[in-house]
Every structure is written in C-alpha cells, then in structure tokens.
C-alpha cells in the first residue's frame, strides 16, 4: 500500500513538474519586427561582474510584447529599431543587484516595491540603425552617474536629440520614462501587475513543455 501511495506521489509531482507556470511572460525573440538583442547580465559585462542569467534571454509580458512590436514597426519606417539589454528580472536577482548597489536611483529596493523589472513590465533599451550600429547616448548602459540622467547637461546636442526619438516612440506606445536612466522605461500601470520569482530556466523548460503539448 505504501509502494502505491509512493508511486502515486511521484507522478503527481512529476505531473506538476510539467505543468506550465502560471505567467504571462513572453521571449521577446518572439516579436516581429525583431529586436536586437545585448543582454549585457547573461554575461560579466554588466556593473556587478557577474553571471546574473544562465544564458542570453529577454522575457517581458505580452501586454509589453505587443507594445514593442508596434514601436518597432513605428522605427521601422525611419530605418531604426530597438536593442534591448534587459527586459523581466526574478525578484532573486533583483535581491543580489540591490544588496550590491543600495540606490534607489539605479537598482529599486525590493523592500520597497519589490522591484520594476520584477512584473516583466520594465525595459532597458536604445536606439540602433538598419545596421545594428547603436545612436549616440547620453552614457552607456548601466552608467549610475548624472550622466544618465535625462536631465543632465552633459550631453550633447545629438545625443539628447537621440534620447528624445526614443523616449518620443517609447511613450506614443505606453510607456514611461524613467528620469535617472534614459534607457529604462516602465509599461503604464506597471505596478497593478504581479511580481514574479520565476527563473530563466524554469521559463524555457516551460516553453518546451507548452511546445510539446501543441
């Protein structure tokens, strides 16, 4: 009797296994026109120097899915698009992150708010030409000095001009700039979407297993 129970334990849990998680993230590969991709913490190019993802990967709600795929046909017309460097982010590495910076200006306080990147809502993106070739920039990514400010006055006249085009296609689509860095921007009412915890991993096993159920 034991045996049996045991038996049937396992299969429910591997049952659960299978099951898909309960989200509504999406890969942003997915998205037409596509953008370019530098997901600068699957790497140790990145302000902490460590390997924060396991491998290269953006995922964002599909309600920010939908949004990027019409600025993206928005820039498409101006021979431009979007690289983006990150999009969701599990709430554990936002952990790391904040315990490594401590300002609110640059990495949220889970505490606080539990984090932007958390709900796939925020993305941290710039400008690129037919070619791949980014626009000038007040900073580069991940630059926690004035600098990236959006109102700073170190920069110069195309790059706030260039800054300006993107805020311009990014805020026409529903998102909100984010005043200490000028490549993040947060998807309108981000805060009514629920924060997630889920890793990398567990949403490409995820992937696969919807895949395999079609």
Known sequence: MRAAILVAWLAAVALLRAAP????????????PPLL????????YNFTGEQLYPFPAAYVHRDVAVALAAIQDDLAREGLGLK???????????????DLIRDERYVSNPAVNKGRH???????????????NELPMPSPFDDFTEA?????????????????KLQEAMVRRGFEPYPFEWWH????????????????????????????RK
């Open 37 to 44: 991709e530098e997901i600068r913490y699957a790497t140790k």
């Open 84 to 98: 983006i460097y990150d999009g969701y982010r599990p709430l554990s590495v936002q952990q790391k992150m904040w």
């Open 148 to 164: 990236a400010h959006r109102d700073s006055t170190k920069m110069s006249p195309v790059q706030r001009a260039n800054m300006q």
């Open 118 to 132: 958390t709900r796939g809502t925020a993305v941290d993106v710039t400008l690129v030409d037919k070619h791949g």
């Open 185 to 212: 921007y947060d998807f309108h009412n981000w805060k009514s979407y629920p924060v997630l915890d889920i890793s990398f991993d567990e949403l490409a096993a995820d992937v696969k297993t919807s895949q395999s």
């Open 21 to 32: 998680i309960a989200h509504d993230l999406m890969d942003v590969s997915t998205i037409r």
